[in-house]
Structures are given as structure tokens and as C-alpha cells.
């Protein structure tokens, strides 16, 4: 029996969710580099804002940025798996005589993309702040942080075997929680 991520549909709604999380990791990249090579070439390195206020020669605002960025990739992630597990638990509550698998197996990709776009929004935001913080205070830290958004970014990334493993563990634990309730087997 073929995988449910198999089915034309299936594959076509994960090609674009790959799409869009390559692109928004390029974005990035491009934005940075472009910032990068006016602020060092174009600027010389000097900022455009000034860094008035430094704590042992660093500006404060990259300090802040460094400071922010592990934080801003835990939110991600748990915004990301809180919005999945949102969608999955709306998926209980759906009657089963109306809900089928192929209804099973859709929601439950719209529910991984939901998580993905989510995560992938949040780090996609920061990243972006980031990049224009360093264009007008020249911090190279904050380069630093932005790369480690992009290396998120592409752990997160939705390649099959995430997808996959995911898919079927949620689809195993449905299916238990269908059982455990009396709900018949489809």
C-alpha cells in the first residue's frame, strides 16, 4: 500500500512548502549579503546610527540582538509545534462517520505545514530584523546570529524523511486515540 504523502496532491502541497522554506532561507541570505557588502564597502564599516551606547566596546543593541536570538529560536520552534498540535487536536474532535483517511492524511499535512509556516515565519521575521539592525549599527555579531537562524531554518528544513516520521507518528497515535474512545476503525 502506498504511503499517504505519496498521492499526487500530497506531493504537490510538499514541493510548495519546500519552496517557500528555501526561499525564505535565501531571502535571508541574499538581504545579509547585501547589507554586508554596503556596510563594508559602501560604509567602511561605519554605522550608520552610531553606537552610543556600548557595554566593553560592543554596541548594545548587537549584544541585545546575540542575547535575543536563542530565545527567538525556542519560540519558534514551540510556536511551531503548539500550532501543530492545535490542528492535529481540532482533528479529534471531527466525527469519524464524516472524516476519512484521505481526509485524515490531508489534514494532518496541512497540520505539519501549518507548524512549519509558523516556525518558519518567526525565525523568517527575526532574521530579517536582524539583518537591517546590523545595516545600521555594522555589527558583525549580528551576521553571526542571522547565520544561525538560516542553520534552523535548514534543520527545520521539511525534507521527506521529517515529513514522513512526523506523518506517522501522528497518524499511529490518532488512530490509538480513535480506538481508546470506541471510535471505529476506517
Not at 33 to 56: E, I, K, Q, S
Not at 62 to 76: D, K, R, S, W, Y
Not at 126 to 133: D, E, G, K, V
Not at 166 to 173: G, I, K, Q, V, Y
Request: hydrophobic content about 55%; some cysteine; aromatic content about 8%.
Amino acid at each position: 500500500m502506498p504511503h499517504p504523502l505519496d498521492a499526487q496532491e500530497s506531493a504537490q502541497k510538499l514541493s510548495v512548502l519546500r519552496t517557500v522554506s528555501l526561499g525564505m532561507m535565501a531571502v535571508i541570505v541574499v538581504v545579509s549579503v547585501g547589507f554586508a557588502l554596503v556596510v563594508f564597502y559602501a560604509l567602511d564599516g561605519v554605522p550608520l546610527a552610531g553606537n552610543r551606547f556600548t557595554v566593553g566596546g560592543v554596541s548594545v543593541l548587537a549584544v541585545a540582538g546575540v542575547a535575543a536570538t536563542p530565545v527567538v529560536l525556542l519560540v519558534a520552534f514551540l510556536a511551531g509545534r503548539s500550532k501543530r498540535a492545535a490542528l492535529v487536536r481540532r482533528m479529534n474532535l471531527d466525527h469519524p462517520e464524516v472524516v476519512g483517511p484521505e481526509a485524515d492524511a490531508e489534514r494532518l499535512l496541512n497540520a505539519f505545514a501549518g507548524g512549519q509556516f509558523t516556525e518558519s515565519a518567526v525565525a523568517f521575521g527575526s532574521a530579517l530584523f536582524l539583518a537591517i539592525l546590523f545595516h545600521v549599527i555594522s555589527s558583525p555579531l549580528l551576521l553571526a546570529c542571522i547565520a544561525a537562524i538560516v542553520l534552523f531554518l535548514a534543520a527545520r528544513f521539511p525534507f521527506a524523511r521529517r515529513v514522513e516520521g512526523w506523518f506517522d507518528a501522528e497518524l499511529t497515535a490518532l488512530q490509538a486515540r480513535r480506538r481508546a474512545s470506541g471510535t471505529p476503525p476506517r
